[in-house]
């Protein structure tokens, strides 16, 4: 497979990137009511990074996370994964890009009620027609912290753990990018702590490259990076974020825009 | 007061269940119409005799068949709106104003329902009359009349069908997941024991008994009202005994394991309609064959039990397969978030379509299967005593027929929903219900 995670420490010239967009745009709606949600956004993340992306409500934050997880198609623009451009198809195409190259991790924990955790955690790889090996699904729920859950339903665990699951779900493919929107924001402040601390896990110890969008700074300053979004356009970058650093410079985010930096 | 509220701002949500009280208002209106009919002065005694003897046997089918109906599409519509009720229960309203709310609802849908079904009844009743006189079954002299019968008749047992039906299905919505599976077992091993007596006793006819046909046929009925209330255990069998791979598959057996409860109504519309169909017209086919061979004319008792049984048959059907539809459709359209889940977790369209497919074809084969074993079971001693033989020919193409019928509307049904259903980008399917 891939050994990015090893590799890292080693190459000194730039790591191919695992994420590509350049001048992505996307408008919703139609002339009269057109709303731009993303303009023009060029930007690059290399492999085994955890980046933040960060801004008010309809900053596009969403959006930008859509277009480039391929969830949904950009009006102009290119998106890369992992060095393969994503290009049009159907949504059977889409998909099928997308196992494999992406992980998933909702707000919402989109577990399928009707599964187990662990039926859950293979799901991905049952739909993509893998060879399922239930030892390697025990290994990565035990390393989220749920081994002794494999049997439960997701309406009898609560929502970190659920959320945890989601994670191990996500990490089951062994994908090159993990999109987390918004992977805190119904959790209680423990529960965030450990899925937080995970992610950062998964960027570390297995070489992933996290994308996450979050309005919150504490989540965000366990990423390695933060991107700033306002109103559709890259509005600023900080490394090595700090929560109060984050807090301040969200609250002139507007300045920024207005005197048009 | 919430009741006119809720029907007003969601007169869409109302549709299936404004449509079954319809149909089985019309159907009911109809057919009693028969009894104001034959209540007239001056009516023969045999025109008068057809005449009830059809209002009485359909009548009471139909408000059977109302009442399923209407508990079906009410407990499929109170079930969807959990999240409501439960909304309305946090801010503050008591059980009881709930099941005002919906029984209300379910009243006032049922008025409408069978306002609206007086017209088409009064058509459906006067071809229906004009259809016995065809026949010879009645005297052209007699008059059509649709009175009071038919009036009361039909709109109260609408209206008692649907309060009746929404009483329950929104007392089993308040009060949580409670099992009262033993009540229901009895019921059923008795429906398959007494089920199993009739269909015998049949061999205690003699072939020329006028009323042979009755045991076997109400046997055949029994069982499989039996084998329906045990539905979700024979589903469970079913599912055991599956080697299904492939991820769609494998996700079918799962999603139908876990609801094999809420699947129950459907399974149980399944069996009885092909036992029910399979049964009368098989027996019918073998009785006008049998007197074909004798070489005597049908007598007007032989065409009266002719047109009853395709009478019923007809109902059964039109009916079951509007239950169908209309359980299948709202069951599936329900499941825009579940399909969206499963898209974002890798699943192209095709594989939940295939999965819809598979769970539809799994529903199909159970009830048939079930449906199909209750009705050889009354077809079978009818035809020993009857003619001789074993197993009639006819049994293979009309059960082929309603078999494809039944995997036509359960499969075309599920199959076109999920397909509208997964029109809705995943993204935005996953948060419209969230």
């Known amino acids: ?261 | 007061m919430l009741a006119m509220r809720s029907i007003r701002h969601r007169p869409g949500r109302f549709l299936a269940t404004l449509l079954s009280a319809f149909l089985g208002a019309a159907i009911i209106m109809t057919f009693n119409s028969m009894h104001d009919t034959a209540g007239q002065q001056g009516v023969d005694s045999t025109s008068s005799e057809t005449l009830s003897t059809a209002a009485g046997v359909v009548g009471g089918y139909g408000t059977l068949l109302v009442f399923f109906a209407v508990a079906s599409t009410l407990t499929v519509n109170v079930r969807q709106r959990a999240a409501e009720l439960e909304l309305l229960r946090c801010s503050g309203a008591t059980p009881a104003q709930l099941k005002r709310m919906v029984v209300g609802e379910a009243v006032v849908v049922a008025l409408v329902g069978a306002a609206m079904a007086i017209g088409p009844a009064m058509l459906g009743g006067r071809a229906l009359l004009e259809m016995f006189q065809d026949s010879g079954q009645v005297a052209e002299s007699v008059p059509y009349s649709f009175g009071t019968i038919a009036y009361v008749t039909g709109i109260d047992i609408t209206l008692l069908a649907s309060a009746g039906a929404a009483f329950l299905a929104v007392r089993r919505a308040t009060r949580g997941q409670e099992r009262r599976g033993g009540a229901r077992r009895f019921l059923a091993y008795g429906a398959l024991l007494v089920g199993t007596v009739s269909v015998a006793s049949t061999f205690a006819f003699s072939a020329s008994d006028a009323a042979l046909m009755a045991p076997a046929a109400y046997g055949a009925i029994l069982l499989s009202v039996g084998f329906a209330m045990l539905a979700p255990r024979l589903l469970e069998g079913v599912l055991n005994r599956l080697p299904l791979n492939g991820a769609s598959g494998w996700l079918a057996v799962r999603n139908l394991r876990e609801r094999a409860g809420q699947l129950a109504g459907i399974l149980m519309s399944l069996i009885l309609f092909t036992a029910v169909a399979t049964a009368t017209l098989t027996m019918q086919a073998v009785e006008s064959d049998t007197v074909e061979a004798l070489g005597i004319t049908k007598s007007v008792d032989d065409k009266n039990l002719e047109t009853l049984n395709f009478t019923v048959v007809g109902i059964i059907v039109v009916f079951v397969c509007v239950m169908l539809v209309n359980s299948l459709y709202a069951a599936t359209s329900y499941r825009v978030r579940e399909f969206g889940q499963q898209r974002l977790a890798g699943a192209t369209p095709g594989q939940v379509l295939g999965t819809v497919g598979v769970e539809g074809l799994v529903l199909t084969v159970t009830g048939v299967l079930f449906g199909a074993l209750a009705a050889l079971a009354g077809i079978i001693p009818f035809t020993v005593v009857r003619s001789d033989g074993v197993l009639p020919g006819e049994v293979y193409g009309i059960g082929a027929a309603v078999v494809a019928v039944a995997a036509a509307v359960t499969l075309g049904t599920s199959l076109l929903t999920a397909r509208r259903v997964l029109r809705v980008p995943a993204v935005g399917a996953v948060a419209v219900a969230s």
Do not use: W
């Open chain 1, 1 to 261: 497979m891939f050994r990015t995670g090893s590799r890292r420490g080693h190459d000194q010239g730039p790591a191919p990137e695992a994420l590509r967009l350049v001048k992505v745009t996307r408008t919703y709606g139609s002339d009269d009511s057109a709303v731009t949600a993303l303009d023009g956004v060029t930007l690059g993340l290399g492999r085994g990074t955890f980046t933040a992306v960060m801004g008010p409500s309809g900053s596009g934050k969403s959006t930008l996370l859509h277009c480039a997880a391929g969830l949904d198609r950009p009006d102009s623009g290119i998106v890369r994964i992992d060095g393969t451009e994503l290009t049009g198809g159907g949504e059977a195409e889409l998909t099928k890009f997308r196992r494999g190259r992406i992980g998933f991790v909702f707000q919402q924990y989109n577990l399928l009620e009707t599964l187990t955790v662990a039926q859950n955690t293979v799901l991905p790889l049952k739909l993509a027609g893998q060879r399922v090996d239930r030892r390697r699904a025990k290994e990565v729920l035990t390393s989220v912290g749920l081994g002794d859950r494999l049997g439960h339903r997701p309406d009898q665990l609560s929502g970190g753990q659920r959320q945890r699951v989601a994670i191990a779900r996500a990490l089951v493919t062994e994908p090159r990018v993990i999109f987390a929107d918004e992977p805190t924001g119904a959790l209680d402040t423990r529960s965030a702590r450990d899925v937080l601390r995970l992610l950062q896990q998964a960027v570390r110890v297995h070489g992933r490259t996290v994308v996450m969008v979050t309005h919150d700074p504490v989540a965000a300053s366990y990423a390695d990076s933060v991107l700033f979004l306002a109103d559709g356009r890259l509005a600023g970058r900080m490394d090595a974020p700090t929560p109060d650093a984050v807090a301040e410079r969200l609250a002139h985010l507007g300045d920024d825009v207005a005197m048009g930096v």
